[in-house]
């Protein structure tokens, strides 16, 4: 007979409240073991023996055979049975502590029982202060017996799969399943007992809640079920919260709001962790998706797009006995090029479209003398010894090439792909990372922004060997300012 606040042994106590801590008893608020508690008579010590089903006195009130004292049960002093140490005084046992008279397969089953449908009981006979390496044993011990079978069956799958590989990796799955039962639960009870000490302490400190957590593991059955293992762990845990917030509320002495708060919220903070963990991994795999289809595309709209430019190139060349396009938008007006194969990052408001005072839209709707009118206007505007122009995101580079002449390297690139540095990020981001080039042998290559750089210095040194003028890094050259052989712009993508 202890006190439920602090844990004192109130045996052999006139008084009835508690020396330590001063919480009223009453002895008829304990249940014992029949005839193995003394109720003496505070006067004379005259013994008496509790016989009634709840280890009571009966009758409960009565006058003294040898001092005549008129006595009630709630009155007297309470001593175990000569023989008996107080454990035996009570009236439940957890049935795992008590394996060697009962036999171990038979204390455990019967843990279990009351761990699924009694915690109540189980938690009134859990020992104080002693025990808990005991329910440990017990935790160990129901942790591997449900995984053993639950996971039988995949671990003998994978056991079948190869003779050592598969026998390995069996297991490994055997005995890390259990090992992170054990630590999931004994970090549960830890961050159980935490809230409990934060909303006003426990009588029975961090063992008690500790020994709670491993009996209330017994409720963790459904693991067992075959196959179905892993699976079950979200109601598996539900099962256990309401064992061990029940054990909690009675041996611990809390309220049942705080015993339901401490046993829940930490499963429920791992639930709510762990969803929000996998939602940011597929929140991140969506958007690294996202981007790679992104980048995908415009590399393939990016590479469209520099075919097409070269071959209209090539085209005008051959329809005009050999002669270069006096300015990109010829290409154009000519329909050897769409407009979109100038815009492969998109089509531009009308503001960007305009070459020369004409919008790229309009030339295709004009009449063949204003389409000359403005291809002459434009090509005047290019500066003389121009090296490279832009319309759109096409860097056109076909300035002094004879593009006729079979001593011509086919290597020389005649167009360059790649927006004006002031482009968009999303624009700079998909086609900066491929640089595309048209050749003069109708090819196109495409170039990773790492090696770019050196790229166009094998461009320029090519181009030195035909004379022309180096090629200024592209990305410098705008719609509005295009590069002459006078022109010194600052290089490297």
Same mark, same amino acid.
């Given at each position: 007979?202890?006190?439920?606040?602090?844990?004192?042994?109130?045996?052999?106590?006139?008084?009835?409240?508690?020396? *330590?801590?001063?919480?009223?008893?009453?002895? &008829?608020?304990?249940?014992?073991?029949?005839?193995?508690?003394?109720?003496?008579?505070?006067?004379?010590?005259?013994?008496?023996?509790?016989?009634? &089903?709840?280890?009571?006195?009966?009758?409960?009130?009565?006058?003294?055979?040898?001092?005549?004292?008129?006595?009630?049960?709630?009155?007297?002093?309470? =001593?175990?049975? *000569?023989?008996?140490?107080?454990?035996?005084?009570?009236?439940?046992?957890?049935?795992?502590?008590?394996?060697?008279?009962?036999?171990?397969?038979?204390?455990?089953?019967?843990?279990?029982?009351?761990?699924?449908?009694?915690?109540?009981?189980?938690?009134? +006979?859990?020992?104080?202060?002693?025990?808990?390496?005991?329910?440990?044993?017990?935790?160990?011990?129901?942790?591997?017996?449900?995984?053993?079978?639950?996971? +039988?069956?995949?671990?003998?799958?994978?056991?079948?799969?190869?003779?050592?590989?598969?026998?390995?990796?069996?297991?490994?799955?055997?005995?890390?399943?259990?090992?992170? =039962?054990?630590?999931?639960?004994?970090?549960?009870?830890?961050?159980?007992?935490?809230?409990?000490?934060?909303?006003?302490?426990?009588?029975?400190?961090?063992?008690?809640?500790?020994?709670?957590?491993?009996?209330?593991?017994?409720?963790?059955? =459904?693991?067992?079920?075959?196959?179905?293992?892993?699976?079950?762990?979200?109601?598996?845990?539900?099962?256990?919260?309401?064992?061990?917030?029940?054990?909690?509320?009675?041996?611990?002495?809390?309220?049942?709001? !705080?015993?339901?708060? +401490?046993?829940?919220?930490?499963?429920?903070?791992?639930?709510?962790?762990?969803?929000?963990?996998?939602?940011?991994?597929?929140?991140?795999?969506?958007?690294?998706?996202?981007?790679?289809?992104?980048?995908?595309?415009?590399?393939?709209?990016?590479?469209?797009?520099?075919?097409?430019?070269?071959?209209?190139?090539?085209?005008?060349?051959?329809?005009?006995?050999?002669?270069?396009?006096?300015?990109?938008?010829?290409?154009?007006?000519? !329909?050897?090029? &769409?407009?979109?194969?100038?815009?492969?990052?998109?089509?531009?408001?009308?503001?960007?479209?305009?070459?020369?005072?004409?919008?790229?839209?309009?030339?295709?709707?004009?009449?063949?003398?204003?389409?000359?009118?403005?291809?002459?206007?434009?090509?005047?505007?290019?500066?003389?010894?121009?090296?490279?122009? !832009?319309?759109?995101?096409?860097?056109?580079?076909?300035?002094?090439?004879?593009?006729?002449?079979?001593?011509?390297?086919?290597?020389?690139?005649?167009?360059?792909?790649?927006?004006?540095?002031?482009?968009?990020?999303?624009?700079?981001?998909?086609?900066?990372?491929?640089?595309?080039?048209?050749?003069?042998?109708?090819?196109?290559?495409?170039?990773?922004?790492?090696?770019?750089?050196?790229?166009?210095?094998?461009?320029?040194?090519?181009?030195?060997?035909?004379?022309?003028?180096?090629?200024?890094?592209?990305?410098?050259?705008?719609?509005?300012?295009?590069?002459?052989?006078?022109?010194?712009?600052?290089?490297?993508?």
């Amino acid at each position: 007979m202890r006190c439920k606040m602090c844990n004192y042994s109130l045996w052999n106590l006139p008084s009835r409240t508690c020396p *330590e801590c001063g919480t009223p008893f009453r002895p &008829s608020d304990f249940d014992f073991v029949p005839n193995s508690v003394r109720f003496c008579c505070p006067g004379c010590r005259q013994d008496y023996y509790g016989t009634g &089903s709840r280890g009571h006195l009966v009758p409960g009130e009565f006058a003294c055979v040898r001092c005549g004292r008129h006595l009630h049960m709630d009155d007297m002093v309470l =001593l175990p049975t *000569e023989g008996l140490v107080e454990e035996q005084t009570q009236v439940d046992v957890v049935p795992w502590l008590d394996r060697k008279r009962r036999g171990r397969l038979v204390g455990w089953i019967t843990t279990v029982g009351l761990a699924l449908g009694m915690p109540r009981r189980l938690a009134g +006979a859990i020992p104080v202060g002693r025990g808990t390496g005991a329910a440990l044993g017990f935790l160990v011990v129901t942790s591997f017996v449900y995984l053993a079978i639950g996971l +039988a069956v995949p671990a003998l799958a994978m056991a079948a799969l190869t003779v050592a590989a598969g026998q390995f990796g069996a297991l490994v799955l055997l005995l890390i399943g259990p090992l992170l =039962l054990i630590v999931a639960m004994v970090l549960w009870a830890l961050c159980t007992h935490l809230i409990l000490a934060l909303t006003g302490g426990t009588p029975r400190g961090v063992s008690g809640t500790l020994a709670c957590a491993c009996y209330a593991s017994g409720a963790n059955v =459904l693991l067992a079920i075959p196959c179905l293992s892993f699976y079950m762990i979200p109601l598996a845990w539900i099962w256990s919260a309401i064992a061990l917030s029940i054990m909690l509320i009675v041996a611990q002495r809390v309220s049942a709001l !705080r015993g339901i708060l +401490a046993a829940v919220i930490p499963p429920l903070l791992l639930v709510l962790t762990g969803v929000g963990l996998v939602g940011f991994a597929i929140w991140t795999t969506t958007q690294q998706v996202a981007a790679m289809a992104a980048t995908q595309s415009g590399s393939v709209a990016a590479t469209m797009a520099i075919e097409a430019v070269t071959d209209g190139i090539m085209e005008f060349v051959e329809d005009n006995e050999g002669s270069l396009p006096p300015h990109g938008v010829a290409l154009v007006a000519d !329909r050897h090029l &769409s407009i979109s194969d100038l815009y492969s990052s998109g089509m531009p408001a009308a503001p960007d479209r305009m070459v020369a005072g004409v919008d790229l839209i309009d030339l295709v709707t004009m009449s063949q003398s204003d389409k000359t009118a403005a291809v002459e206007r434009a090509a005047g505007m290019l500066p003389d010894g121009v090296i490279a122009h !832009r319309v759109g995101d096409v860097v056109f580079a076909y300035h002094g090439i004879d593009m006729v002449d079979e001593a011509t390297d086919p290597r020389l690139w005649i167009c360059v792909l790649v927006p004006e540095s002031g482009a968009g990020p999303a624009t700079l981001r998909i086609i900066r990372r491929m640089v595309m080039v048209g050749r003069v042998d109708g090819q196109t290559e495409g170039f990773s922004s790492d090696s770019w750089p050196e790229q166009l210095n094998l461009q320029n040194a090519l181009r030195a060997k035909h004379g022309l003028a180096p090629l200024p890094d592209p990305l410098g050259v705008s719609q509005d300012a295009p590069v002459a052989a006078t022109t010194g712009l600052p290089s490297g993508l």
